[in-house]
């Protein structure tokens, strides 16, 4: 199993994973233009698709959806939730192309295991992914308020990790966005901060080589270089020194990471 | 009815009437040319209007990264040998050096003869910039750089030299970070005039006074548990009318005023 995070970031987002014989996006919040430039870069393209999971309608998630589903023939699956709440945004999706993938629920795709589960946002019926793949795990987790306990069983042990690692909390507080705006990021059903994404990730890792790809950081509350900090400094205050067994990596809003096995 | 004279009688109408509503717009237009519309008085305008005059250097950064640095952990083994200073460190992280024998700095003190002194009697001296000299307390207050930019006002990154009143320097307090350096993002910086701007808009400046430095510098943005992280930021130092000098400080990406607190962990942004 292979993965690279195409985009990452409230501009728009795409995760692309494969295996031999499957290739999956999980989102498609980036024109389909430069979908397809990402994933030249990764020398892949659309035309192999198996299909596009949807982990909920905010735009930043959807924009490219219907253009790249249409254009390629390439299946989209998603909770009723999210389908209802994304008819309209998506434009006209042929029957034959439209799939359920209820939330809680695996799909298996030849060797390739896909697990959803529940996360904490704003949106109807927000869910993310595990892949499994010959006891090898990936987790996608980003656009959530919090990290709960059952969260927590679900992305227990994995090999890599594409973590959100939203925003610095003091910066947040001193930006010059509404206050309603700031309350809904803090919130339940927001984005998870920079530290508290950290304690999350120092609960689920094992001690085994793990990478985490820390994403959806917000374009003025955060940087790379502080994200990365910052996380590691809290790892190491619960007892996980980067380097040794756990790697960070960046994400970027315009630039598609190396494609990685796990 | 002639049809053709009806004709005609139309033309001559909408003809004379195009050219009267064509005057009407000409007149107008010329008008409105004539009046000037409040909101677009330029800011050096309204400067001039209010006698704030300009005597220090345009600074043309335009692009400028983040940076970090780690409080630094003073150990007695890197301090250097002197048989006229002695050393105490305080909390592992402020040093404390006294001088045996106190050090003249000259029947004058001023910027040049502090800078000689800091640079060849002070631990690591030269990675600092003079900030104010007070002659009434009788100190000079240092910050430390980051590529040659200060760090305004961070408690960890802070010099002061404590002179007698025979001009002989007698005690330096020291305050350092280390591992600093820039994030490899670089970001757009609001201009030095835009900072001059925000702070005329909040009635900062005050009519009659004088722009007398704008430098830019780093000032504390987040506190990691072992990092700080500092953005650039403007500073604008304003000579009233009486002769005394305020500073003032402006982030230099977003444009936010910044105060700083006497408490040295807190940092203000309006």
Sequence with gaps: MRFSVLASGSSGNAIYVENEEHAFLVDAGLSGRKID?????????????SGILVTHEHSDHIKGLGIVARKYQVPIYANVKTWKA??????????????????ETVKTFGSLDIQSFAVSHDAADPMFYVFHENG????????????????????????SYIFESNHDVGMLQMCRYPWSIKRRILSDVGHVSNEDAAVAMSEVVE??????????????????????MSVTQTLKSCGIVTGEFLNLYDTDTNKATKLVTV | MDWNKIKTIFIIVFFILNIFLFLLFFNRYNEAQEYQVDGETTIQERLQADNIRFNSTPVDTIKESYASGNIQVYSFEDLPESENQTYEVFNSTELLASFNEPIGLGTLVNPTVVNLFVNEHVFNGASYELFKIDETSMEATYFQTINNRQIFHNQNALLTIYWNEENEVYKYEQTALEDLEAFEQTENLLTDDTAVEVLYQ????????TISLISLGYSTLVQLTETQVFAPTWRVRVELQDGTNEDYFVNAVEGKIIEFSKDPEEIVEQ
């Excluded at chain 1, 430039?37 to 698709?49: A, G, M």
């Excluded at chain 1, 029957?95 to 359920?100: E, I, N, P, S, W």
């Excluded at chain 1, 980003?142 to 990290?147: E, N, S």
């Design chain 1, 207 to 228: 001690e085994k080589p793990t990478r985490i790809y820390l994403s959806h950081l917000s374009k003025d509350n955060n940087m790379k270089d502080l994200a990365r």
């Design chain 1, 136 to 159: 090898r795990k990936l987790v996608l987790i980003t656009d959530t308020g919090y990290v709960s306990d059952r969260m927590k069983g679900y992305i227990q042990g994995a090999d």
């Design chain 1, 37 to 49: 430039e990402l994933l030249t870069s990764i020398d892949r393209n659309n035309k192999k698709l």
């Design chain 2, 202 to 209: 909040r009635n900062l400046i005050k009519p009659n006074s």
């Design chain 1, 86 to 103: 994304m008819d309209h945004l998506v434009g006209k999706i042929p029957l034959d192309q439209r799939f359920h993938f209820d939330m």
